[in-house]
């Protein structure tokens, strides 16, 4: 079975050893991603965030071949639980009608405080 890492171009890929998502077969796994730009700044409040989190996410899909569609499961992990439904809010609008699983939880913080949130999936393809 093959095997296909994906990366961003971060400097923290190579620095902490991980990749923006692992394609093996017919899994991928997408590493927990924020709500970064493209100039790898992070703004907005949880909803925004959240929405380009998504977003992140859906391009390292495509770098694997596979797309939302595929997704199976995603972990939403806030630094405010009090925020959910704005999180919620954008998930649902992107997985509306995928529904995979999910879980949403709170954590102390991320790596960088003026990030709200980070998103995992993981997507199968049939």
């Known amino acids: 079975m093959s095997r296909k890492n994906i990366s961003t171009g971060s400097k ?10 692992v394609r ?17 700044q992070v703004t907005g409040d949880t909803f925004a965030q959240s929405k380009q989190a998504l977003a992140n996410i859906a391009a390292a899909l ?4 596979v ?3 595929n ?3 995603t972990r939403i992990f806030m630094t405010d639980i009090t925020q959910w439904e704005a999180a919620g809010k954008a998930h ?4 509306g009608s995928i529904r995979p699983a999910t879980t949403m939880v709170q954590v102390a913080k991320l790596i960088d405080p003026a990030m709200l949130v980070e998103i995992e999936a993981d997507a199968v393809v049939a």
């Open 12 to 21: 923290w890929e190579p620095i902490i050893g991980y990749s923006r998502a």
């Open 24 to 40: 093996v077969g017919n899994q991928v796994f997408v590493s927990g991603t924020t709500g970064t730009d493209a100039n790898w």
């Open 62 to 65: 495509a770098q694997a071949g």
């Open 67 to 69: 797309s939302l569609e």
């Open 71 to 73: 997704v199976v499961r």
């Open 92 to 95: 649902g609008e992107v997985f």
